[in-house]
């Protein structure tokens, strides 16, 4: 991955220099190396901050639209470096008209699946200061204070690429990307199984117990690609969902239900909602729910594969399955 | 803030006998919002609604809730009595303390526990009611009427009589429908053909009315008032107005074996025909199913022998659209298929004839001229047995529960006819009950049975069978109590009737409600029979229930009367409970536009101003005329930008939070 | 002779208690009907005398359509144990096509309440016509009984709790 890398940023140095592009939309690292969040380069100059590595799992579909810079035409054209994954938000995002084309260049950039450095850590690696990562991309060597150590990649992988949809680029103007053909990798709908093996009562105390740990600080919806609202409902008293005076409140507590249907059918599986979640509740087993029982009630259906797509719930046919006869795992 | 008034009624005894409608007074007196609550025997009447009328000016209420029966009966009687106050008539909501409510809960306790749940729901939608101004359309001075029998004609004739244009829609070739088929008509045996055919001359005569024939409506959008209909005329490979009926073609015709609808199949027509003497349009039709032409490219016989040059083989359907104020539904009927009842050997045995069939036989125009013979050999037959209600009244599954209403009278015509002209043939009626409830009905059943000797027979017929060159009956007859076996030369069995095939298809796309017999249900079964709930439709004749000639007319006239009500507006009121969106939090995702079924909603680009913060963005706008206010875009609407007028997000959550309290 | 006399009153009194809770507890149900075709129904079962329990409240809305299923999570987080959604056959919509759009949506919606706890059974959509007063009235009972023998639901308020 570290040949690519080093190619997307001579390519996005370009890019800026011949004018194709007013500003880039990337990467930069925070207060430690490993903290790579999205940002917006404006000149040629600040370039020297944009990175490319194992640490920027960040979409920056979202980012272009919660900056709207892809809405503004008189601004010039903007460079965003799109993972795989990001190009199906960024289909999303065009078919719900919220970016212009035209005011977007886009560079796929390969990826070898993210590391979350939290699952470093939790090998009992402390101190970290650098990483470097092997040829073939398998082995990560982490330098830290009390020297180095290798480690495997595939172990310390991000939860959602463990179940990678595949190294495709679903949309771009230019291609940076050396496996473009690799497939998915694992079961993403194993954990949804797992889930629906139980007893309802059993159901109920998981998610009870997942959900009680939110402390509504609102990132999974910030990073969401899918909560692409100007306003979100929750924040709109006049929706009669959000009630900011009562903290006991119908939002408080269904939060996660209602943004889960929201975003049902729109959703791209980017898996942002779990990676940014401080408090580590699995949101994604929402999702991934909703876009199994889709492809099982009206057919194989991936938000984003294509940009103008009719979504399946704004879609139907004549003979669509009773609600009354969706299969009752464990209930009913 | 909000000055509510609730109106408990008792509705006589209806409501008060099973709901402490004090209880719920006392109830309401305590909610937020209401400031007045006041019980009365009939809030509908005239009394009722002045108390009403008073308390909105007395107390300055900003709402009020009715608890009465359902919306459905007197929501507008109570939406004008505000009205007439003063108050904005969409700041009325009803609580449907009758039918959902009181008629169904026996136990008074729990059912003025449930009256006053629906009361606190009722008051917590109104709480949040805004006034509403309801929009104006126009009206289309063009009525459609579907379907070309005695229902659909007098419906059209009646309309074009009031100076408005009607087009009929038909599918077959010629207008006249299932009476042009029949020979004589009960109770006054006058011919039918011979009060039918001038009705259909002046169809085709008034400049009024245009006659769409051998066409079927393909499409309907639009509304009450402003319906678009695109219309499938179907390719006849006759120029319609160039031929002139000489009937040559029908005569040179070498293919000769199409079955004749208009006889029920009992004889043959040619490929190239007239359905019958007096059809109108008087033009030939070619059957491209049959015609040795059009199939294999040989023949042109008729074109050859046409001196009129009236035939197109390569004419092609053609769509004719249109604007149109109102739409009559006028589809009519089919007997059922009597195969599906094995016992009676309709599949097996030719002498066994439906009544529809033996009216065919029994014409002069029909296929033995008139005479009465036996389908099999043609000859007279001595005997004939008629067995009633076959499939009528029949719960079993195999045919319609429900009573076809014509055929104890028509059994009772075919059995004195064949008694006056042939007094030598025995003739037995099966029958379950005779219902003869109509003007001269039972005199015309009496004179049958005493008069002409039929003999009638109660109980039904379990077998039909064929032995030694006759028909062999076993029935019962329930007042002997014995078994009857009857030998018979003709059977002629009384089919139930069900609604023409395309009733439902047609109802479909006029989106009129249709019950689970296919008939086409009206607006209220006795107040309101001519009408669908669907504003702007209209119903004639036997697609909306089984029934004789003079009620079909009666009703094409009153069908008519409702239709020409309507054109005799410039403008109608528009229903105000439409969507809306706010610019504001729309994101421009369309999604709202994708499922609206009416086009209502288009998007804009321009300028907005967001609280000080001016972007050009991509917004919905509802068009309040063509939105006719289904709320699909409200919940697609992942920001909640769209939203229903009267039936609001907030107003709907707060029903529920009352409900759930 | 006293008919308690050799029933241990501890025992007793249990009993009684367990009774008068289950007598306590009247299960909340909520039925959402669109104006055209199963309000109609609801309005033709009133009037046919067919009855339902009472435990059934009646919401009228436009269409089937028009039922967010935040209506029926509001219902569900303030302690409804059942909710319905009643429209017209498909292919019979009184706006042509918004019931089929519902009956995607509350599929989805019904299978995700199970997926956290809620038993199918407590949601059901129906098809109900106009003319079919008496199928309103069975159906009603039907889900009625349904939801009594689930007995109370969880306590979806309760999905996130302060702990």
């Given at each position: 991955m570290q040949a690519v890398s080093k190619k997307v940023l001579d390519r996005a140095r370009e890019l800026m220099r011949d004018g194709t592009v007013s500003r880039v939309a990337g990467w930069k690292a925070g207060e430690f190396f490993y903290d790579c969040e999205p940002a917006l380069f404006e000149t040629e100059e600040s370039l020297k901050d944009l990175v490319y590595n194992r640490f920027c799992a960040a979409n920056l579909s979202k980012f272009l639209i919660t900056n709207d810079i892809a809405s503004v035409?008189?601004?010039?054209?903007?460079?965003?470096?799109?993972?795989?994954?990001?190009?199906?938000?960024?289909?999303?995002?065009?078919?719900e008209h919220r970016l212009s084309r035209d005011n977007v260049y886009i560079l796929g950039v390969g990826c070898e699946g993210m590391c979350d450095v939290d699952r470093i850590r939790a090998l009992g690696i402390k101190g970290i200061t650098g990483v470097d990562e092997s040829e073939d991309g398998k082995k990560l060597t982490v330098r830290t204070l009390y020297g180095d150590g290798e480690i495997d990649v595939d172990g310390v992988l991000v939860n959602k690429c463990e179940t990678c949809k595949g190294k495709a680029h679903k949309i771009f103007d230019e291609l940076i990307s050396d496996n473009e053909e690799e497939g998915p990798r694992g079961d993403r709908f194993e954990c949804v199984r797992e889930l629906e093996s139980m007893a309802p009562a059993e159901r109920f105390a998981f998610w009870q117990k997942e959900l009680s740990k939110c402390i509504r600080c609102n990132a999974c919806r910030n990073a969401c690609p899918a909560c692409s609202c100007r306003k979100c409902v929750f924040d709109n008293n006049a929706s009669g969902i959000a009630s900011k005076a009562n903290t006991d409140s119908f939002e408080e507590k269904l939060f996660h239900i209602i943004r889960a249907f929201h975003v049902a059918g729109r959703c791209t599986d980017c898996g942002e909602c779990s990676r940014v979640c401080p408090q580590g509740i699995p949101l994604h087993l929402f999702n991934r729910k909703y876009i199994k029982d889709i492809n099982e009630f009206y057919g194989e259906f991936a938000a984003g594969e294509e940009a103008g797509q009719r979504g399946p719930l704004i879609s139907f046919e004549a003979g669509d399955r009773e609600p009354n006869s969706v299969s009752d795992k464990g209930g009913d | 803030m909000r000055r509510i008034g609730v109106f408990v009624c008792w509705c006589g005894s209806n409501i008060a006998a099973t709901v402490d409608v004090a209880a719920v007074v006392a109830d309401a007196k305590v909610q937020p919002g209401v400031v007045f609550a006041q019980d009365y025997q009939y809030m509908c009447s005239e009394a009722g609604q002045n108390i009403i009328k008073d308390a909105i000016k007395e107390h300055q209420l900003t709402g009020i809730v009715v608890c009465s029966c359902s919306p459905r009966m007197h929501e507008a009687t109570f939406r004008k009595a505000a009205a007439a106050a003063g108050l904005n008539p969409y700041m009325v909501e009803i609580a449907n303390v009758r039918e959902h409510c009181s008629w169904i809960h026996k136990d008074k306790e729990a059912g003025t526990e449930k009256a006053r749940v629906l009361m606190r729901a009722a008051v917590a939608k109104v709480m949040l009611n805004v006034p509403l101004k309801a929009g104006e359309s126009r009206v289309v001075k063009r009525a459609l009427v579907i379907g070309g029998g005695i229902a659909g004609i007098q419906t059209a004739l009646d309309i074009a009589d009031a100076g408005f244009q009607v087009d009929i829609v038909e599918k077959n070739a010629t207008i006249g429908g299932r009476m042009a088929?029949?020979?004589?008509?009960?109770?006054?045996?006058?011919?039918?053909?011979?009060?039918?055919?001038?009705?259909?001359?002046?169809?085709?005569?008034?400049?009024?009315?245009?006659?769409?024939?051998?066409?079927?409506?393909?499409?309907?959008?639009?509304?009450?008032?402003?319906?678009?209909?695109?219309?499938?005329?179907?390719?006849?490979?006759?120029?319609?107005?160039?031929?002139?009926?000489?009937?040559?073609?029908?005569?040179?015709?070498?293919?000769?074996?199409?079955l004749n609808e208009f006889n029920m199949g009992l004889n043959n027509r040619p490929a190239i025909y007239i359905p019958f003497a007096q059809a109108i349009p008087n033009v030939a039709v070619i059957d491209k199913t049959q015609c040795i032409k059009l199939n294999t490219g040989k023949c042109g016989l008729c074109e050859k022998v046409c001196t009129a040059k009236a035939i197109d083989y390569t004419m092609q359907d053609e769509f004719i659209e249109e604007e149109y104020g109102a739409i009559v539904m006028a589809t009519g009927f089919r007997p059922i298929d009597a195969s599906k009842f094995d016992e009676y050997s309709y599949s097996t045995c030719k002498d066994v004839v439906t009544s529809l069939e033996l009216e065919r036989i029994m014409n002069a125009a029909g296929p033995t001229g008139g005479v009465l013979l036996r389908p099999s050999d043609g000859k007279h037959p001595h005997s004939v047995v008629f067995v009633q209600c076959v499939g009528s009244r029949d719960v079993s599954g195999r045919g319609k529960p429900y009573c076809s209403k014509i055929c104890c009278m028509y059994t009772a015509k075919h059995a004195m006819l064949i008694r006056d002209k042939y007094p030598d043939v025995d003739v037995h009626v099966f029958y379950i009950d005779v219902r003869t409830p109509g003007k001269n009905f039972d005199e015309f059943y009496r004179r049958a049975a005493e008069q002409y000797d039929v003999d009638y027979i109660k109980g039904q017929v379990g077998k039909v069978w064929e032995e030694d060159g006759h028909l062999v009956v076993r029935g019962v007859d329930l007042i002997s109590n014995e078994q009857v076996i009857l030998n018979a030369d003709m059977v002629v069995l009384a089919t139930a009737i069900e609604p023409d095939p395309t009733a439902r298809k047609v109802a479909n796309m006029l989106t009129a409600s249709i019950d689970t017999n296919d008939f086409i249900t009206e607006a209220h079964p006795k107040l309101r029979p001519v009408e669908s709930?669907?504003?702007?439709?209209?119903?004639?004749?036997?697609?909306?229930?089984?029934?004789?000639?003079?009620?079909?007319?009666?009703?094409?006239?009153?069908?008519?009367?409702?239709?020409?009500?309507?054109?005799?507006?410039?403008?109608?009121?528009?229903?105000?409970?439409?969507?809306?969106?706010?610019?504001?939090?729309?994101?421009?995702?369309?999604?709202?536009?994708?499922?609206?079924?009416?086009?209502?909603?288009?998007?804009?680009?321009?300028?907005?101003?967001?609280?000080?913060?001016?972007?050009?963005?991509?917004?919905?706008?509802?068009?309040?005329?063509?939105?006719?206010?289904?709320?699909?875009?409200?919940?697609?609407?992942?920001?909640?930008?769209?939203?229903?007028?009267?039936?609001?997000?907030?107003?709907?959550?707060?029903?529920?939070?009352?409900?759930?309290? | 002779m006293p008919v308690n006399e050799n029933v241990n009153a501890d025992n007793g009194s249990a009993a009684e208690a367990q009774a008068t809770e289950t007598k306590q507890w009247k299960p909340r149900i909520v039925a959402f009907c669109c104006n055209?075709?199963?309000?109609?129904?609801?309005?033709?079962?009133?009037?046919?005398?067919?009855?339902?329990?009472?435990?059934?409240?009646?919401?009228?809305?436009?269409?089937?359509?028009?039922?967010?299923?935040t209506f029926i999570l509001k219902a569900f987080e303030r302690g409804a144990d059942g909710v319905i959604i009643c429209g017209c056959h498909p292919g019979d919509c009184h706006y042509s096509t918004g019931n089929y759009y519902a009956r995607r949506r509350m599929a989805l919606l019904f299978s995700m309440l199970d997926y956290i706890g809620v038993e199918r059974g407590r949601t059901r959509v129906e098809w109900v016509s106009a003319a079919e007063g008496a199928r309103f009235s069975q159906v009603m009972n039907d889900f009625a009984k349904k939801i009594s023998e689930l007995g109370e639901n969880v306590k979806v308020g309760d999905l996130r709790c302060r702990q």
């Open positions: 035409a008189d601004r010039g054209r903007t460079l965003v470096l799109l993972k795989p994954c990001d190009t199906y938000s960024f289909n999303q995002l065009l078919t | 088929q029949l020979d004589k008509t009960f109770p006054t045996l006058d011919c039918s053909s011979c009060i039918l055919t001038p009705k259909m001359v002046e169809a085709k005569a008034s400049e009024n009315i245009r006659l769409i024939t051998y066409a079927e409506v393909e499409e309907v959008g639009g509304f009450v008032g402003d319906f678009k209909v695109k219309i499938r005329k179907k390719a006849r490979f006759v120029k319609e107005d160039v031929c002139t009926g000489c009937g040559l073609c029908m005569a040179k015709c070498p293919s000769k074996k199409g709930p669907t504003a702007g439709i209209f119903l004639s004749g036997v697609c909306q229930g089984p029934k004789d000639i003079p009620e079909t007319v009666s009703q094409a006239g009153a069908a008519a009367s409702k239709v020409i009500g309507l054109l005799c507006k410039d403008k109608l009121t528009t229903n105000p409970c439409v969507a809306r969106s706010d610019e504001l939090l729309c994101n421009g995702c369309s999604c709202c536009e994708k499922v609206c079924p009416y086009g209502a909603i288009s998007y804009d680009t321009h300028l907005i101003n967001d609280h000080g913060v001016k972007e050009t963005r991509r917004v919905a706008l509802v068009n309040e005329a063509l939105c006719q206010g289904c709320g699909a875009c409200t919940v697609v609407c992942p920001s909640g930008a769209m939203d229903l007028k009267g039936f609001s997000n907030k107003q709907i959550m707060a029903e529920v939070e009352a409900i759930c309290l | 055209w075709c199963s309000y109609a129904g609801a309005d033709l079962a009133g009037s046919s005398r067919l009855s339902y329990p009472a435990e059934i409240k009646i919401i009228r809305v436009p269409c089937s359509c028009r039922v967010n299923p």
